[in-house]
């Protein structure tokens, strides 16, 4: 089935997700564009005999040529593809939020007044709201649509399943673990607006992934950390990856990609250093493997296992490596490397797939901007502000207000924009009518006496894990960022849009 889906489909682009760039066959079908033995990616990763459940294929098409694949497959097997669903369960808000409906309140109540209502309410009514609750959590409420999974039935789909159509493609009421425990193979279709950015940047030719190679003008602009626009490459985390390891080639990439995750902390501390640190699972395979003199299968199956159950594995590794006549120091930093490990999965087969994608995006941004910059503001969505895309466009010659035709409507929304003041203009609308060169007024950048003082536009933001401290990305001038750390106590926002002040210098990467 996947194959055919290639060949149905062999006029659109694709990259995978997950695990199945694990697989030798998958590489060598055009299933994946990844190399298993190339970059060393374990098979047992994918499958192995340990595995209870059916390995499924992930696919990324083009965002706006996803329903263009639905369509092919419904005309290729009509009545016989289905998507699945997923079950969802009543949970303690929504559960309290459908008690208040059923108790006779049917009136819109915002999140943050839910419990002054209940406490203006009769006693009996908050008492039944209560006993409803309780009643409803864990409960069965309805069927949503699963974001790409599909199922093949070469007898047509069953008819007691089938809850409706859902664009080209019927709806059934299976969910991943009724099709796993039925022994249903499953095919995810699922959409990348990053994919559709190259697609366009390349006259919509198909894309070489398996052809890699070194380009200097590239690894020059991502080691710059000039990386905003680069779909699964912008944050402004993995711009710091790209300046310290500054990338020269997939196995970069991905390295960048892989140690932006919190819990791959202890990665981003040891990545210069010779102690092998775990990046991927297969690192993890790797270390499992080589302390428990095991086969790659058996290695996978602890792996799995200190995710499912981490305190139980972890005492009966200690137990192996006992037997095996470890000291107690050894032990414990051996399964320290192991710690983290139940807190994420990440495949590298996966990291290698985006790696290709992000390194080919960035390659356009090198050597096509005006082309780049075009097809970002078309496909992409961004965390960044609406004034840094369109900004950049600017910089490069994109032409941002043209004189095409278009509805009465939008020349009212233009020309209310227009007679606003630059400062009216951001407030409003998060961005600038950006008629000059200029950078936003008002913004600087200058060092005194070893302290650094700014006054900026703010890019994207984030507060740390316990909210003591936010991270602010601001602009300063034409092609110069800051990224800020501030207690949220410290923090002056200029008009909601910017801020200003000084500090020490913390990393030397602005």
């Known amino acids: 089935l996947t194959i055919y889906i290639l060949e149905i489909t062999k006029n659109i682009p694709h990259v995978t997700r997950g695990s199945c760039g694990s697989s030798l066959i998958c590489y060598l079908m055009g299933i994946s564009h990844v190399d298993p033995i190339k970059y060393d990616i374990k098979f047992a990763r994918f499958l192995n005999e340990f595995r209870d459940t059916l390995p499924d294929i992930d696919f990324d098409f083009p965002y706006n040529m996803r329903d263009d694949v639905f369509l092919e497959l419904e005309m290729k ?288 941004k090198a050597h096509n901007p005006v082309r780049f910059w075009a097809s970002t503001l078309k496909h992409c969505k961004s965390s960044y502000k609406n004034w840094v895309h369109l900004y950049e466009a600017r910089q490069v010659g994109v032409k941002l207000n043209n004189n095409k035709i278009i509805s009465i409507y939008a020349e009212n929304k233009r020309n209310n924009f227009e007679n606003l003041s630059i400062k009216e203009q951001m407030n409003k609308y998060g961005y600038w009518d950006m008629k000059t060169d200029d950078f936003y007024p008002g913004c600087y950048y200058f060092i005194k006496n070893n302290k650094h003082y700014f006054n900026g536009i703010i890019a994207t933001s984030r507060i740390l894990k316990g909210g003591k401290y936010i991270i602010l990305f601001i602009g300063v001038e034409k092609g110069k960022y800051l990224e800020l750390k501030i207690l949220l106590d410290n923090i002056y926002l200029t008009n909601k849009i910017g801020v200003k002040g000084n500090g020490l210098l913390i990393e030397n990467i602005i």
Request: with cysteine.
């Open 77 to 364: 097997w009509p009545g016989k593809i289905a998507r699945i669903s997923n079950h969802v369960y009543y949970h303690e808000k929504s559960a309290l939020r459908e008690a208040i409906r059923r108790n006779g309140i049917r009136k819109f109540i915002s999140k943050y007044d839910i419990k002054k209502e209940i406490n203006k309410l009769d006693k009996k009514i908050v008492y039944n709201i209560k006993k409803t609750t309780k009643k409803l959590e864990n409960t069965f409420k309805c069927f949503s649509l699963h974001c790409g999974g599909i199922v093949y039935y070469p007898d047509g789909i069953p008819e007691k399943l089938v809850l409706g159509n859902k664009g080209n493609l019927q709806q059934i009421c299976l969910n991943k673990k009724d099709i796993s425990s039925e022994k249903i193979f499953k095919i995810d279709i699922l959409s990348s607006r990053g994919l559709s950015q190259l697609y366009d940047c390349c006259d919509n030719k198909l894309i070489n992934f398996e052809e890699e190679f070194y380009d200097k003008k590239t690894s020059d602009l991502l080691s710059s950390g000039n990386n905003i626009g680069i779909t699964l490459g912008e944050s402004i985390l993995i711009r710091k990856y790209f300046m310290k390891i500054k990338p020269k080639n997939i196995n970069d990439i991905a390295l960048c990609l892989s140690i932006i995750r919190p819990a791959a902390k202890k990665a981003r501390d040891l990545y210069n250093t010779d102690d092998k640190s775990i990046i991927y699972d297969d690192d993890a395979i790797d270390i499992i493997k080589e302390i428990l003199e095991c086969n790659d299968s058996i290695a996978d199956k602890y792996r799995r296992l200190i995710n499912k159950d981490y305190k139980k594995t972890m005492k009966e590794l200690r137990i192996k490596l006992e037997k095996k006549g470890y000291r107690n120091e050894k032990i414990k930093k051996v399964l320290n490397k192991l710690n983290d490990l139940r807190k994420y999965s990440f495949c590298k087969s996966h990291a290698y797939s985006y790696a290709q994608l992000v390194w080919r995006l960035a390659y356009q």
